[in-house]
């Protein structure tokens, strides 16, 4: 390495990034990520080429972090196997350091699980409608901060044990956290009062709070709960309607299946009653024309007796000049007998 270069890292960097500037992973590290970095690759691809609407997808911030991400460990990988080229050029090691911080930042792939595991939306749904205890947590708990911080400053004015109001504010945030790292604390009485007060009110401001995010929890949990009974219950009573619906469907064709046969027979009736129709027109055509015939004989006795009334009426009629001619005749003979005497 270059002198200026390793000058520039010394004065400008911790020991800790120059170690991770100069530093090869081990090779089984090297290839574990290799290895995590194929398998989200490929899962990427794999995700793009199945997703129907491709525009729909590039407009998913989580999906365009993951592109991002899979980007950034690829530039990554790629200097982590040419360290050479990293502690030649400041700029490179720069460009280097800030992508391997960003790589943290693959972490929020897991929020992928929240697809899996419906408890993980009720988690991320309690913290959305619990945005306001959250604010009223933050903001109480800066007040007291600055207040406590601004106390134990003032306590401990006669030592030195805190430069500055900041460093005070500092000790109040780890110690209302019940974090206590150690690096201030307290040295006289009144210090000691000021800190228990400061602890016991941090427990009281940070309890409130997270009593009511897990309230929210609680309850669409719960809500969850029932939710889900009722849909099994839903999707259970339409499986028991679609049976019945089957059972219903197969009575309903063996019951179109026997009118079907009812239609048959009643077309074959149909049929005879036809047959049986067009049989009795026919008879009645017989019978009228037979009856035709009756008339006519009837209308041709009518006639004849007709006839015969005025042949009767005829010979009465020439009966008696029968008669007459007869009686003429005999005086005709008798007159010629006594001429002939």
Same mark, same amino acid.
């Given at each position: ?5 390793? @000058? ?30 194929? $398998? ?39 200097? /982590? ?12 090691? *720069? ?54 911080? @601004? ?25 209302? &956290?019940?974090? =206590? ?5 307290? @040295?006289? &009485? ?44 839903? *999707? ?17 064709? $063996?019951?179109?299946?026997?009118? /079907? ?8 009736? &149909?049929?005879?009653?036809? =047959? ?34 005025d042949l009767t009426k005829h010979v009465k009629a020439v009966k008696p000049g029968q008669e007459k001619?007869? @009686? ?14």
């Amino acid at each position: 390495m270059p002198n200026e270069i390793k @000058t520039y890292l010394e004065h400008k960097y911790s020991p800790i990034l120059l170690l991770l500037g100069r530093t090869d992973p081990h090779p089984a590290l090297l290839a574990v990520d290799a290895f995590c970095m194929a $398998v989200f690759i490929v899962e990427l691809i794999v995700h793009f080429c199945a997703c129907p609407s491709k525009s729909q997808y590039l407009r998913s911030k989580f999906n365009v972090a993951k592109i991002l991400l899979c980007i950034f460990m690829i530039i990554t990988s790629g200097l /982590e196997m040419n360290k050479s080229l990293i502690i030649q050029n400041i700029q490179l090691l *720069k460009f280097f350091l800030i992508l391997k911080s960003i790589s943290v930042f693959r972490l929020i792939l897991i929020f992928r699980l929240r697809k899996l595991y419906k408890d993980f939306d009720l988690l991320l749904l309690a913290i959305s409608h619990s945005f306001w205890e959250l604010v009223l947590l933050l903001f109480s708990f800066s007040i007291l901060v600055i207040v406590y911080g @601004t106390i134990m400053f003032s306590t401990e004015l006669e030592t030195d044990t805190f430069k500055n109001p900041l460093y005070a504010m500092w000790w109040a945030l780890v110690t209302m &956290t019940t974090v =206590g790292y150690g690096d201030f604390y307290p @040295t006289t &009485t009144l210090s000691y009062f000021v800190g228990g007060v400061c602890a016991v009110n941090g427990l009281i401001v940070i309890a409130l709070p997270i009593a009511a995010i897990a309230s929210n929890f609680s309850l669409f949990y719960s809500r969850n709960g029932f939710l889900t009974k009722h849909m099994n219950a839903v *999707k259970q009573g339409r499986e028991n309607a679609n049976t019945s619906n089957g059972d219903l469907t197969k009575h309903l064709n $063996v019951v179109k299946q026997e009118h /079907e046969k009812s239609n048959m027979k009643n077309g074959d009736l &149909t049929k005879h009653l036809n =047959g049986v129709k067009q049989g009795s027109e026919k008879s009645n055509t017989r019978n009228g024309n037979l009856t035709k015939y009756f008339n006519a004989g009837k209308q041709w006795r009518e006639k004849s007796n007709t006839r015969n009334e005025d042949l009767t009426k005829h010979v009465k009629a020439v009966k008696p000049g029968q008669e007459k001619s007869k @009686t003429r005749k005999w005086r005709c003979i008798k007159i010629l007998n006594n001429v002939k005497q």
